[in-house]
């Protein structure tokens, strides 16, 4: 069982803003930021997200923050290139492993 | 621009070993952890193994531990990740990444290797 859960599946219609959750089951991540990795058709990943910085040459739809528990990615405007599997991931120094969340396929209608 | 090539992948019967292998370009290698993620066959992503700048510290999947050994070659900007005693459930496209503001999480993503165990 992750350490890290998000939904299964989230879908909207193109221009809506939805917004993906990884919650951590535990507190053991501490203040280690979490990345938010894109995946189309099992390709190779994309980062998305890096705690509430978007790498060079991700769009401004993408948004990241974290509270407590949860970290969110949020797409403001919606496009039909954003349909992909997204996952989240941070450290765990308990573990001294980096955890990944099972994954959310974000379709878009 | 960082680039990260993998090679090593193939098929290899259960019991087996394989040594896979990461090329790195384009961002400072000696500064960096670097990692390998895998994903099997319909699943998602995990983490398999990272190790420090130093190549002194390093980390592994509970999974894999006393089974693979991540490596690195300083010199010539290479990670490896030597498997041995592999399994089935080992089967999966291998990723080699690194960092990218936070050295324990992924900035960049080489395409993957595939592995297959089976006989």
């Known amino acids: 069982q992750s350490a890290l859960t998000q939904e299964a599946s989230v879908s909207g219609t193109v221009g809506q803003k939805v917004t993906l959750s990884c919650t951590r089951s535990n507190n053991n991540m501490g203040n280690y930021a979490v990345g938010w990795y894109q995946q189309i058709s099992h390709g190779a990943p994309r980062t998305v997200m890096l705690?509430?910085s978007p790498p060079s040459g991700i769009p401004d739809r993408f948004s990241g923050s974290q509270s407590g528990t949860t970290a969110s990615l949020t797409i403001s405007g919606l496009q039909p290139e954003d349909e992909a599997d997204y996952y989240c991931?941070?450290?765990?120094?308990?573990?001294?492993?980096?955890?990944f969340g099972g994954g959310t396929k974000l379709t878009v209608l | 621009d960082v680039q990260l090539v993998e090679s090593g992948g193939g098929l290899v019967q259960p019991g087996g070993s394989l040594r896979l292998s990461c090329e790195a370009s384009g961002f400072t290698f000696g500064n960096s952890w670097m990692s390998w993620v895998r994903q099997a066959p319909g699943k998602g992503l995990e983490w398999v193994a990272n190790i420090r700048h130093d190549g002194i510290e390093k980390h592994y999947l509970e999974s894999v531990k006393g089974r693979f050994t991540i490596s690195r070659d300083a010199a010539k900007n290479l990670v490896f990740l030597q498997m041995s005693g592999l399994r089935a459930d080992d089967t999966a496209v291998y990723f080699c990444?690194?960092?990218?503001?936070?050295?324990?999480?992924?900035?960049?993503w080489g395409t993957g290797t595939l592995v297959t165990v089976s006989s």
């Open positions: 990444a690194s960092p990218l503001n936070y050295q324990l999480q992924f900035g960049f």
């Open positions: 705690g509430n």
């Open positions: 991931s941070t450290w765990d120094y308990s573990l001294n492993a980096v955890v």
